[in-house]
C-alpha cells in the first residue's frame, strides 16, 4: 500500500522540494490534527510488528521429546519394568533428564532480534504540526509530516529531505559500511541507484552524523527501509541444523537396528532355545536397551560444549550448541568486507608528488609507522612539499583520533574515516597536529558536497606560506580538484600546470584507483592576493574561493585487510570452501581486496552490482556463482538472496554480517556469523554466533572445531557400536547353539557396560582436539549422516570381531583351565560367574583398546600420546575400578552374576588391548603408506 499519492521513493526522489509537499499531501506547516487522525487510522503507528513467540514451556519440553529422547524414555522404561534392577531404568531416565536440562539451558536465550530493532528507533521526534514545532513519541510519526533532524538524531521513519545544513548521516546499520553519507534536498535522477543511494533521502534506524536537516516523512513502520529488513527477519523460522537432521536420522536408523536385534533374538529363544514367549520378551527388550547408544546425547552435548569452550578462547562465542557442527559441514561463507575481511581502519599508504612518490607504513589509526623514500625514512619537517601536503590535508578535515583507554583499547575515530588517516600520516611523518593547527587557525569551512565533490577550509597562517597569510586548503575527487588549478607546486616553486602534468596526475590516479584505492587530490590558493573577495567570512563561497588554486598532490589511502585474514583464506581452499564477497562498497575496491587476500585467483573476477542483481533472474543468479563472483553495493534483500540461491544449489552457507540489513540474511544461513565490536543488537540476536574480534580467520578456527565435533561424534559411534558387537555375539552363541553353551554375557552385565564402563571413555572421545588434517579434505556431503557404512563395517566387521573372538575366548578359557564341559559348567554357579567375569572383563579391556583407536582415523594413536585425553584416562580407571566392585563386592554377585577372578585371569585381561590396539595400527599405518604413495 502506498503511504500517499505518488509516494514511491523513486518517484519522490526526482522532485524539486516544494513538489515533495504536493506528492505527499502535506504543506510546509505540517499536518492539521484532522489530517494526522485520518493518516493514523490509514497507515497505524510508527513501530515495529512483534512476532509471536514460542511460550518457554514448550521450548522447554522440546528439549525431552526429540527421536532419541523418546528412545531412551522406553529404553528406561524397558529396563525399570521388565528387569530386576529397576534402578537401571532410572540410570537411563537421567540421562534423559540431565541432558534435556542442559541444553534448554544453553539455549534459553530466545531470539531477541525484534527487541533489538526497536531500540534502534528513537523514542521521540521534533516535527512540525499545525505551523508549531512540536515533540512527539515516534510511533506517532505518520506519512506527511515534517520531520526535523539534527547531529546525533536517531531517525525513526523514512523521510525525503527539503532542506539541509551540512548534513551527513551514519547508515552503517542498513547499508554495512561505516563511513557517513552526505544528504541534501537536490533532485536527483534515480536510475541505476539503490534506494541508499538517494542523496536526497533519510532512513529510519539510522544516525544523523553532523549537521540538520528538514524532511517529509514517505514510509512508517513496516513500510520503512528498516521495517522491511525486520519483516524479513522475522517471517523467517528456526530451522534445524546439519546435525540435528543428522541425529534424527541416526535415531531412526538405531532404532531400526536396536528393533531389528531385538525381535531376531526374540524368534531365536523361542526357536532355538525355545523360551517361555515371556521369557523370550524380556530376554529381546534387553537387547534392544543394549543397542541404544544411551551415551549418545550426553556426548553429543559434551562434544559441542568442549568446541564452544575452545572457540571462545579464540574469540568465537556460539549462542547454540547445534551450530558448532553447523560451522564444520559449511561449504560456502558469504563474507563481508569492511571489518571482517579488512582492519575497518582507513591508512593511508602512499602519497603522491610531481616529482616524487612516497610510501606510509604502519596499519590502522595507531600513529605506527613512518613515510619512506626508495626505503629510506623522510622526516617531512625536512621536506617542504610533503610537509605542506601532509599538513593541508589533516587541516582540511573535522576528524579526530581518540587514544586508548579504559573502555577502549584501540585508538578510535571521531568522524569520517577518510578523514582520521589524514592526520595520522601527518603524525607518521614527524608532524606534531597540535603544532599544525596552532599554526593555522581555521576561519570558516565550506563543507564537502556531493556535486563538488570536495571540500575546502580557509585558515590564518603565523608563519606565511611563500608570503601568503590567509589561505584556503581544498582537498576532493582528483578530476574534479584538479579542474579548479592553474599551478601545480614542483620542487617548492609555483609553475603553470599545463596538460602534459594534468595528463600524469590522472594516470597516477587511474592506476591506484584499479588497485581498489581511495585518493585525494590536496590543492591550497593565495588567499591574501585574492580580488574581489567580501570583508564578511560567512559570504565566502566556492565559487569565489575554489578557483585558481595550487595543486600539490595527492594523498592515497585504503582500509587495509587483516594481516592474517590471507593465510585463513588459504586455509579455506584447501579444506575445499568457498568465500564469496559480498559488500556494501564499491566493486573495484572489493575486486582489489578479494585478489589481494586470494578469495579470487582469476584475473578478470566477475563483479555483480546491486542493481545488476535486481535485473537478474534467479537460473542466472545460480549460474554466475557457478564462477569466481564478487557481490558490490547489494541490498539487504538482495544479500539474502543469494544465500537462498545457494542454499537450493546444496551448498551449507556461513554468512557474516554487522548490521541491520545483514539480519535477513544471518537468519537465512545455515550459520549466522555477527561482528562483536561493530556489530548492531538487531545482528547479534540474528546470528548463530558473534566474533569478539570482528576477525575472519577466528571463522575458520571455528570451522575447524565444527569438523571436529562431527569428528568426534563419529569416533563415539564407531566405540559404542563396536562393544555392541561383543555384546550381541555371547548372546548369539546361547541361541545358537540351543542353550548347548550357557548365556556367557547376561543382559545386565550388557547393561553394565552400556550404563558404566562405556560411558566415561565415550564421553572422552567427544572432546579429542581436531586433527592436523581435519581442513585438508573437502566438507562432508550435504547427504552424508553419522552413520555410514564405514563406520559399521569397522565397528561390526573389525572391532567388533576382534573383541568377540577375545571376549569368546576369555569365556572358554575358564572353561579350559577348570576342565568342564559346557553341559555342567551351568551346574557350577561359582565356575559360570567367573566364565561371564572374565567375559564381562575381556569386553571392557577391549574397549580400553577401541578407546585409543578411535581417537585417530588414519594417524597413528601414539603420534598424538597415548594417554594425552585426560577423560579418556580417567574412565579406563573407571572402568578397571567398576569392574574390580562387581567381581569382588559380594554384594553384586547376584545382581550381576558375577565372580572373584584369580591373578592368571588379570593378566589375561591386561593383555587383551595389545592386539586391539596392534592390529589397529597395523591398519592405519597401511591406509597411510597407501595414500602418501598415491598422493606421489
Not at 533519510?202 to 520503512?224: D, E, R
Not at 599544525?436 to 565533490?453: G, N, V
Amino acid at each position: 500500500m502506498n503511504n500517499a499519492k505518488n509516494s514511491d521513493q523513486s518517484t519522490l526522489a526526482s522532485l524539486q522540494s516544494d513538489d515533495v509537499f504536493e506528492a505527499l499531501d502535506t504543506r510546509k506547516g505540517g499536518l492539521s490534527a484532522e489530517e494526522i487522525q485520518e493518516k493514523r487510522e490509514m497507515f497505524g503507528f510508527n513501530k515495529i510488528d512483534e512476532p509471536e513467540g514460542e511460550s518457554v514451556f514448550i521450548q522447554f519440553i522440546r528439549h525431552f521429546i526429540s527421536l532419541m529422547a523418546v528412545l531412551l524414555w522406553v529404553g528406561g522404561t524397558v529396563a525399570f519394568f521388565f528387569t530386576d534392577t529397576p534402578q537401571l531404568g532410572i540410570a537411563i531416565w537421567l540421562v534423559n533428564v540431565i541432558n534435556g536440562l542442559f541444553s534448554f539451558f544453553q539455549e534459553s536465550k530466545a531470539s531477541k532480534a525484534t527487541d533489538a530493532l526497536k531500540k534502534m528507533l528513537s523514542s521521540y521526534a521534533r516535527v512540525v504540526r499545525n505551523n508549531s514545532e512540536q515533540q512527539i513519541l515516534t510511533e506517532e510519526l505518520v506519512p506527511g509530516d515534517v520531520l526535523m533532524v539534527e547531529e546525533g538524531d536517531k531517525i525513526a521513519a523514512d523521510a525525503r529531505l527539503i532542506s539541509s545544513n551540512d548534513l551527513q548521516v551514519n547508515q552503517s546499520a542498513l547499508t554495512g559500511e561505516s563511513n557517513p553519507v552526505r544528504r541534501n534536498e537536490l533532485p536527483i535522477s534515480p536510475e541505476d541507484l539503490s534506494s541508499f543511494e538517494y542523496k536526497n533521502m533519510i532512513f529510519a534506524g539510522t544516525t544523523v552524523s553532523s549537521g540538520s536537516g528538514t524532511a517529509v516523512v514517505t514510509k512508517t513502520a513496516m513500510n520503512t527501509e528498516f521495517g522491511k529488513i525486520a519483516k524479513l527477519t522475522q517471517s523467517l523460522g528456526d530451522e534445524k541444523s546439519p546435525l540435528q537432521k543428522d541425529l534424527d536420522k541416526l535415531t531412526k536408523q538405531i532404532s531400526i537396528i536396536a528393533i531389528s536385534v531385538g525381535v531376531l533374538f526374540f524368534l531365536a529363544a523361542i526357536l532355538f532355545v525355545e523360551q517361555p514367549v515371556a521369557q523370550a520378551f524380556v530376554f529381546s527388550l534387553g537387547m534392544i536397551v543394549a543397542f541404544i547408544p544411551e551415551g549418545l546425547l550426553p556426548t553429543v552435548t559434551l562434544s559441542l560444549a568442549m568446541a564452544v569452550q575452545r572457540m571462545a578462547k579464540e574469540h568465537a562465542l556460539v549462542k547454540k550448541l547445534s551450530s558448532v557442527e553447523a560451522l564444520g559441514s559449511t561449504s560456502v561463507i558469504c563474507s563481508d568486507k569492511t571489518g571482517t575481511l579488512t582492519q575497518n581502519e582507513m591508512t593511508v599508504n602512499h602519497v603522491w608528488l610531481p616529482t616524487q612518490e612516497f610510501e606510509v607504513t604502519g596499519l590502522g589509526y595507531a600513529p605506527e609507522g613512518e613515510i619512506q623514500a626508495d626505503g629510506t625514512s623522510i622526516d617531512a619537517n625536512n621536506h617542504a612539499d610533503l610537509k605542506l601536503i601532509l599538513s593541508a590535508a589533516a587541516l582540511c578535515s573535522n576528524a579526530r583520533i581518540l587514544p586508548p583507554n579504559e573502555e577502549n583499547p584501540r585508538y578510535t575515530v571521531l568522524g569520517d574515516p577518510t578523514e582520521a588517516c589524514l592526520g595520522v600520516a601527518a603524525e607518521k611523518a614527524g608532524l606534531v597536529p597540535e603544532a599544525i593547527e596552532s599554526q593555522a587557525m581555521r576561519l570558516r569551512e565550506l563543507p564537502f558536497d556531493s556535486t563538488r565533490k570536495r571540500m575546502s577550509t580557509i585558515h590564518q597562517l603565523t608563519k606565511p606560506l611563500d608570503g601568503a597569510k590567509k589561505i584556503a586548503y581544498a582537498k576532493g575527487a582528483p578530476k574534479e580538484t584538479v579542474d579548479l588549478c592553474t599551478t601545480i607546486r614542483v620542487d617548492g616553486k609555483v609553475i603553470p600546470l599545463d596538460e602534459e602534468q594534468r595528463i600524469s596526475i590522472m594516470e597516477a590516479n587511474d592506476q591506484y584507483a584499479r588497485q581498489g584505492l581511495r585518493v585525494l587530490a590536496i590543492a591550497y590558493r593565495d588567499l591574501s592576493k585574492a580580488e574581489n573577495l567580501p570583508r564578511a567570512m560567512s559570504e565566502y563561497t566556492p565559487e569565489l574561493i575554489e578557483q585558481d588554486m595550487v595543486f600539490i598532490g595527492l594523498v592515497v589511502m585504503a582500509d587495509p585487510p587483516r594481516e592474517e585474514v590471507a593465510a585463513a583464506v588459504e586455509k579455506c581452499r584447501e579444506a575445499d570452501i568457498r568465500i564469496i564477497m559480498i559488500t556494501g562498497d564499491y566493486g573495484l575496491t572489493a575486486e582489489s581486496i578479494a585478489k589481494r587476500i586470494g578469495i579470487v585467483k582469476g584475473e578478470h573476477p566477475r563483479v555483480i552490482t546491486g542493481t545488476e542483481l535486481e535485473k537478474m533472474t534467479d537460473e542466472s543468479l545460480k549460474e554466475a556463482l557457478s564462477d569466481e563472483v564478487i557481490f558490490a553495493r547489494v541490498a539487504p534483500d538482495q544479500k539474502y538472496r543469494v544465500v537462498v540461491n545457494l542454499q537450493e544449489l546444496g551448498n551449507v552457507v556461513a554468512v557474516t554480517g554487522d548490521g541491520v540489513n545483514d539480519a535477513p540474511a544471518l537468519k537465512k544461513a545455515d550459520i549466522g556469523v555477527a561482528m562483536g565490536i561493530t556489530g548492531t543488537d538487531v545482528a547479534k540476536e540474528s546470528a548463530d554466533m558473534i566474533l569478539t574480534d570482528d576477525n575472519f580467520s577466528s571463522i575458520v578456527r571455528a570451522v575447524e572445531e565444527g569438523r571436529a565435533v562431527y569428528d568426534n561424534i563419529q569416533k563415539f559411534l564407531l566405540y559404542i557400536f563396536n562393544s555392541n558387537m561383543s555384546e550381541a555375539v555371547p548372546s548369539a552363541a546361547f541361541l545358537l547353539s540351543r542353550g548347548m553353551i550357557p548365556l556367557p554375557l547376561t543382559i545386565m552385565q550388557i547393561l553394565a557396560i552400556d550404563l558404566g564402563t562405556d560411558l566415561i571413555p565415550a564421553l572422552g572421545l567427544g572432546t579429542e582436539l581436531p586433527e592436523p588434517t581435519v581442513m585438508q579434505r573437502p566438507p562432508r556431503p550435504k547427504h552424508a549422516t553419522l552413520l555410514n557404512r564405514k563406520i559399521l563395517i569397522k565397528a561390526f566387521l573389525w572391532y567388533g570381531i576382534i573383541a568377540s573372538a577375545i571376549a569368546m575366548g576369555a569365556y572358554f578359557y575358564v572353561n579350559l583351565i577348570h576342565g568342564n564341559a559346557f553341559a555342567n559348567l551351568a551346574d557350577s554357579g561359582l565356575i559360570y560367574r567367573q566364565a561371564t567375569t572374565m567375559t564381562l572383563g575381556a569386553i571392557i579391556f577391549c574397549q580400553i583398546g577401541a578407546a585409543f583407536n578411535s581417537r585417530t582415523e588414519t594417524q597413528s594413536v601414539f603420534s598424538i600420546g597415548l594417554f594425552s585425553n585426560k577423560l579418556i584416562n580417567n574412565g579406563i580407571i573407571f572402568e578397571v575400578f567398576l569392574l574390580i566392585i562387581l567381581a569382588y563386592v559380594p554384594l553384586f554377585h547376584g545382581l550381576f552374576n558375577t565372580a572373584p577372578l584369580a591373578m592368571l585371569d588379570w593378566i589375561f585381561l591386561i593383555l587383551c588391548p595389545i592386539p586391539v590396539v596392534g592390529l589397529e595400527e597395523a591398519r592405519k599405518y597401511y591406509i597411510r603408506h597407501k595414500n602418501k604413495k598415491e598422493a606421489a
